[in-house]
């Protein structure tokens, strides 16, 4: 599958339309970014079930401001609109590989219900 390019303007799309998206933060001058590119590119290949995104940093800085990436190239899996994953730093393949059949394994309903959770603690704070 070949990968999405995100902007501000087809993110939300994106994340609501598709259960399952990866998302590569990376700019053109990053060294690890360039290296872990075709990494990337080959494990998208095998996984028609995710949809494989990237953000060039440099052209949509609003994007990688809304999730405070701060080091590139970082990594964010989101399932079912919840971000299971995030985290700076090249994967090397079998790596990346182990964390989409991790990300895949998880019970997505209590995923649900634990944020759930958390969001009704932290309202709970916010009312003391």
């Known amino acids: 599958m070949a990968t999405v390019d995100l902007t501000t303007e087809n993110f939300k799309d994106v994340i609501e339309q598709n259960d399952f998206v990866i998302i590569d933060f990376w700019a053109p001058w990053c060294g690890p970014c360039q290296s872990f590119g075709p990494v990337y590119e080959e494990v998208s290949e095998k996984h028609d079930d995710v949809v494989f995104a990237k953000v060039n940093t440099e052209e949509q800085q609003e994007l990688a401001g809304m999730f405070n990436v701060r080091s590139i190239p970082t990594l964010m899996i989101f ?15 079998s790596a990346f590989e182990k964390l989409i059949e991790d990300a895949k394994a998880l019970d997505m309903e209590k995923v649900h219900q634990e944020v759930a959770k958390q969001q009704q603690e932290q309202e709970q704070q916010a009312q003391s």
Request: aromatic content about 6%; overall charge negative.
């Open 79 to 93: 399932r079912e609109q919840v971000i299971l994953f995030s985290e700076a730093g090249a994967l090397q393949q």
